[in-house]
């Protein structure tokens, strides 16, 4: 059974910068597409950020462009999240998320495509 431990939330100011990580175990993580994605209170979960499992492709979604950068280190079978000029609204519970071992994907935004989620990490930023 794959398990993902996320760390790395915590609160920031805002313009401060954040980095998760994501450590899976019980799989072939570097044959795992990884995704993040978030929940703010009282709205449904939104897509941030997917890297396909070659590690050739990124997807990000259009609020976090050029703010969030998503990385991977198979030798530590870790997910990366770089979230630079937070903003307020970036407050959230943060999930990753990733897929069976070589299993392929046609919507990296898509929750419902992937197979295995943490357990969420809270980030609070404030003005």
């Known amino acids: 059974q794959v398990q993902l431990v996320e760390s790395g939330g915590g609160p920031v100011q805002a313009g401060g910068s954040l980095r998760q990580s994501c450590t899976a175990s019980?799989?072939?993580?570097?044959?795992?597409?990884m995704g993040w994605f978030r929940q703010a209170p009282g709205k449904e979960r939104e897509f941030v950020a997917a890297l396909s499992w070659g590690g050739n492709r990124t997807y990000y979604a259009d609020s976090m462009k050029g703010r969030f950068t998503i990385s991977r280190d198979n030798t530590k079978n870790t997910v990366y999240l770089q979230m630079n000029s937070l903003k307020p609204e970036d407050t959230a519970v943060y999930y990753c998320?990733?897929?069976?071992?070589?299993?392929?994907?046609?919507?990296?935004?898509?929750?419902?495509?992937?197979?295995?989620w943490g357990q969420g990490t809270q980030v609070t930023v404030s003005s």
């Open positions: 998320a990733a897929t069976r071992s070589g299993r392929g994907i046609d919507d990296y935004s898509a929750g419902d495509e992937y197979d295995y």
């Open positions: 019980g799989g072939t993580f570097s044959r795992m597409n």
